[in-house]
């Protein structure tokens, strides 16, 4: 175990396998938020450029059990799965974990084959940062309105829209998003402000940037509504 702090500021310990650009860029981040990290990868290479960066690195191989036994996984808050190209890998690392029942398990899926499995051994998360990054960007290029996408399920989905040149003055009700669009504003920023829940007679400006959520069919109408419109 790495060492924790004390009383209700305790960190949350993760430990991150496989240092390529997604895991490496995990273990910073994490490492800027103040969590402990244990950073693992077979790379002598890559676990000594991570060293100096988070609390632990370790070169293992984490197909095998007795080497993740050995760095206490099974202690662990998180355990992100960071294997790109060795499907293989990933899949048996994720038993491994599973079986040794480590809290929460993250992994990266290369595809929908590869997720299908995680899903059945013991992946609580799964997650695939190629795919959903084509995706925010296809949405951001279609639509200049549109800066940022986030999928929430297969159907559902929050969006960032700028509010453009024909919307000015209006209301909420005025604009009667519910009812024409299906869709609902969680948070209004204007500037450095941001509202969160804004009250139905709250007034839309031009360049507000809206926070949206609502169901995929429903956000592309309104989409294709303000491309129009704009
Ligand atoms: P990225 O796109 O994130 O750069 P990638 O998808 O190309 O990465 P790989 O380079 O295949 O992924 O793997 C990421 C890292 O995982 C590599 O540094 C590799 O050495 C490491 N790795 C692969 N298999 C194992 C394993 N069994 N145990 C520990 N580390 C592993």
Avoid at 78 to 102: C, F, K, P, R, W
Wanted: proline fraction near 1%; charge should be negative.
């Amino acid at each position: 175990m790495l060492e924790g702090s004390e009383g209700l500021n305790v960190k949350k310990q993760f430990a991150v396998i496989g240092l390529g650009r997604f895991g490496g860029s995990i273990c910073k981040s994490l490492v800027e938020e103040g969590m402990e990290v244990l950073a693992i990868d077979t790379d002598e290479e890559k676990v000594n450029e991570y060293a100096a960066i988070v609390t632990q690195a370790a070169i293992a191989d984490s197909t095998d059990e007795k080497a993740l036994r050995g760095l206490g996984i099974g202690n662990f808050d998180h355990v992100i799965v960071a294997i790109g190209d060795n499907i293989q890998a990933s899949i048996l690392t994720t038993l491994i974990l599973d079986e040794m029942a480590v809290g929460h398990i993250t992994v990266k899926a290369q595809n929908d084959y590869h997720e299908k499995v995680l899903n059945k051994i013991g992946a609580h998360e799964i997650v695939h940062p190629e795919r959903d990054i084509g995706v925010r960007i296809a949405h951001n290029i279609v639509s200049e309105n549109v800066l940022d996408y986030l999928e929430l399920s297969d159907e559902y989905s929050i969006v960032e829209l700028v509010a453009g040149k024909t919307i000015g003055g209006e209301t909420i009700i005025d604009l009667d998003f519910r009812s024409k669009y299906g869709c609902n504003i969680l948070a209004i920023k204007r500037g450095e402000d941001i509202k969160v829940s804004p009250w139905p007679e709250e007034e839309i400006k031009q360049n507000d940037v809206l926070i949206v959520i609502g169901a995929d069919k429903d956000i592309n109408r309104l989409e294709n509504h303000w491309i129009d419109e704009n």
